[in-house]
């Protein structure tokens, strides 16, 4: 009696799984015992720190908005998630991860667009979450804030609105993001044109390393405070807390969100925006939002340029400048609303009028599956490109394609491309943010939204930056290419690297690259895209 080669495969792969749960729940058993007896030794209870798949509160621990990342292969989620209180308790963390050679992910807010704080393709990992590490304290004196890496960008813009009425910071809109993977990352926001972006308002951070030391700006050097203000903090540390220089606003700021469809000459205002958007006064912002919608009115599919802005001051200054710069939108007054900062920053989030208590809420109820890419325009895209991005919005469902087109210039170009690791300065009109959402699970139902995704991306090939072609980092995009660990090879290869590597950080890689091989050169903290050690050089004796 014979096996078919489907019974071979059939036994073969029932093997292989068994020996992966075995693998699998030994070194969580061993991972905990570790754990615990180092929280102990440092006198430290273990209650409310470590959670398995058994427990009850792993799977909304581990809840993200974007649910792709965890439930289409290859991604493994994680054996347990560790959630500590104080800083020194993540040395335990870092000791038991390198004795028992299990990675480690850091996980601040969990917005990684392609979920590498909390899934890994390499199999056993386990993910620090820094959500218990939130505390803000703000000196508005000096108008300086230390904000711990747990906190969310919300809880930040509450904390200031308690503080007082004028100070702010500089940083994105989705106020459930968190500020470890944010800040170190770049962080684009509506307020960009005039401050910039999150990371270079930081003035000093506190990070653990792969000795478990922690380093403040002066005991970490320039070097490596560089590389945490937009390289990411992942492929260097553990981040436990930024500085952050704090903005002043005006006591009411002024905004409008003015929607115009394809018959309303939608294509025409998009392409003279182009023109304006990174030039008008810094203190306009004006974002264009385009998707595909059902019409009320015709009940067929268009195209609709929603126009999304932020003004730093009043109507009255506002009206000029739309007059002269854009008249073509045919902005009046009873389109805008004046209010203060910290109610802007609920009318991006699309939460209006709700109590500001909201803000501190770290998750949201709307949790899809999502895919994100970049791209940067340097040159104003073409009427019938544009044409062409609406047919593209057209294929998918209603509503789930999003294509947003965020202006630059103004304050972002007031630092050169090597200042920080984010190199998107002078030179860029505006940032494209490609999203698309679906709500169905599964691999196959993926691959059909993906590969719209590789298609819009190729169509636009020929109207964005190219040598290299931009992307920003926080938009992270695993098809830019991905490290290869395989066959026991843990430092990756500079050469793989460098191709996604150059899209986000251009010749800042190289630096990038120098700082991870001096701080970490076993390649300990590492992911799917974290910045690669140059190889060890073999020592050859005379
Ligand atoms: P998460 O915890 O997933 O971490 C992201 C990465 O940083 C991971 O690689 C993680 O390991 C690493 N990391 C996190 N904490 C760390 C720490 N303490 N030390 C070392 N490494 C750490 N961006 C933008 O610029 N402007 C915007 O308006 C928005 N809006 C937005 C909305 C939504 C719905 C999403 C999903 C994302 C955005 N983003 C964004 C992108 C966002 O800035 C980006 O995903 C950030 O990396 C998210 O940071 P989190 O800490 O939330 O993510």
Not at 74 to 89: A, E, G, V
Not at 188 to 202: E, T
Request: with cysteine.
């Amino acid at each position: 009696m014979g096996y078919s080669n489907n019974n071979i495969i059939l036994i073969f792969l029932c093997i292989t799984n068994l020996l992966r749960f075995i693998i699998g729940s030994s070194s969580s058993g061993d991972f905990i015992e570790c754990l615990t007896v180092q929280l102990e030794s440092s006198n430290s209870a273990t209650d409310d720190l470590i959670y398995t798949p058994s427990n009850n509160s792993y799977a909304s621990l581990l809840i993200a908005q974007n649910l792709r990342p965890g439930s289409t292969s290859p991604y493994n989620k994680p054996l347990i998630i560790f959630t500590p209180f104080y800083d020194y308790q993540i040395q335990s963390a870092i000791y038991c991860s390198k004795k028992l050679r299990i990675q480690i992910r850091v996980r601040s807010g969990g917005h990684d667009y392609e979920g590498l704080s909390h899934t890994s393709r390499d199999n056993p990992f386990v993910v620090v979450d820094m959500r218990n590490l939130r505390q803000i304290s703000i000196d508005a004196e000096q108008k300086t804030a230390w904000v711990e890496v747990g906190a969310t960008l919300g809880q930040l813009y509450h904390t200031l609105a308690q503080k007082s009425g004028t100070l702010a910071f500089t940083a994105g809109v989705c106020p459930t993001v968190g500020i470890g993977g944010h800040l170190s990352g770049g962080g684009y926001g509506m307020m960009s044109r005039r401050h910039s972006i999150a990371a270079d308002h930081i003035t000093d951070a506190r990070i653990m390393n792969v000795d478990g030391q922690i380093l403040d700006r002066r005991s970490m050097g320039e070097d490596l405070f560089w590389a945490i203000r937009g390289g990411g903090g992942t492929s260097f540390g553990i981040v436990i807390a930024f500085k952050v220089n704090l903005i002043t606003v005006p006591e009411t700021v002024t905004v409008f969100n003015v929607t115009k469809t394809y018959e309303q000459n939608a294509t025409q205002l998009v392409h003279r925006w182009q023109y304006i958007a990174d030039k008008v006064d810094e203190n306009l912002l004006m974002r264009v939002f385009l998707r595909s919608v059902r019409s009320l009115t015709t009940g067929k599919r268009t195209v609709i340029a929603s126009f999304t802005t932020l003004y730093l001051g009043g109507v009255e200054d506002l009206m000029p400048i739309m007059k002269v710069k854009f008249p073509e939108l045919g902005l009046v007054e009873k389109d805008c609303t004046k209010m203060s900062w910290i109610q802007s920053v609920l009318f991006f989030a699309y939460i209006p009028n709700q109590p500001l208590n909201v803000l501190l809420n770290r998750t949201t109820p709307f949790t899809v599956y999502f895919k994100g890419k970049s791209d940067y325009v340097t040159e104003p895209i073409p009427v019938d490109g544009l044409i062409g991005i609406w047919r593209f919005l057209h294929e998918e469902d209603e509503n789930m394609a999003e294509i947003q087109f965020s202006p630059y210039g103004g304050a972002i170009n007031s630092f050169s491309e090597s200042e920080t690791p984010f190199p998107h300065r002078t030179g860029n009109i505006f940032m494209i943010d490609y999203g698309l959402s679906w709500d169905s699970p599964g691999n196959e139902e993926a691959e059909k939204h993906l590969n719209w995704m590789r298609r819009i991306y190729g169509y636009m090939a020929a109207y964005v930056s190219k040598s290299p072609r931009g992307a920003y980092f926080n938009y992270r995009d695993l098809d830019l290419g991905v490290n290869n660990y395989s066959s026991g090879n843990i430092i990756g290869s500079y050469d793989e690297a460098k191709v996604w590597g150059m899209k986000y950080f251009k010749n800042n890689f190289e630096r990038l690259v120098r700082v991870k091989t001096k701080v970490d050169p076993s390649n300990f903290f590492r992911n799917e895209q974290s910045i690669p050690p140059f190889p060890l050089q073999p020592m050859y004796s005379s």
